[in-house]
């Protein structure tokens, strides 16, 4: 069984940083995509960055470009999420997910297998 656990939210002050770490198990293959999403109260879910483990490919969205970098430990099979100069409008919980069959997709329903949560809360 694949499971995903997330942690490193927590509550941070504009500017300020905070590193999500996403560690997984049960995969079978070392070949999947592991994304990070995040959804605000009545927002939808935003796709946030992604990472192929079998080439290290990464893609990020255009809000968070220059400011947060996704990487992988293949070793502990946990990816990070280095959120920099966080903004209030980052605010939201960020889940992380993985997939075996999509190359980071941008697509939250391309993703089997989901994280519980993490909030991330920016003050101003």
């Not at 656990?5 to 198990?25: I, M, N």
């Not at 293959?29 to 879910?45: C, I, L, M, N, V």
Request: with cysteine; proline share 2%.
């Amino acid at each position: 069984e694949v499971q995903l656990v997330e942690s490193g939210g927590g509550l941070v002050q504009a500017g300020g940083s905070l590193r999500l770490s996403c560690a997984a198990s049960g995969f079978t293959s070392d070949d999947y995509s592991t994304g990070w999403f995040r959804q605000a109260p009545g927002k939808e879910r935003e796709a946030v960055s992604c990472i192929s483990s079998s080439d290290g490919f990464t893609r990020y969205a255009d809000s968070v470009k220059g400011r947060f970098t996704i990487s992988s430990d293949n070793a502990k099979n946990v990816v990070y999420l280095q959120m920099n100069s966080l903004k209030p409008e980052d605010t939201a919980v960020y889940y992380c997910a993985a997939d075996e069959h999509y190359y980071c997709s941008e697509l939250g329903d391309d993703y089997d297998f989901w994280g519980q949560g993490t909030q991330v809360t920016v003050s101003s």
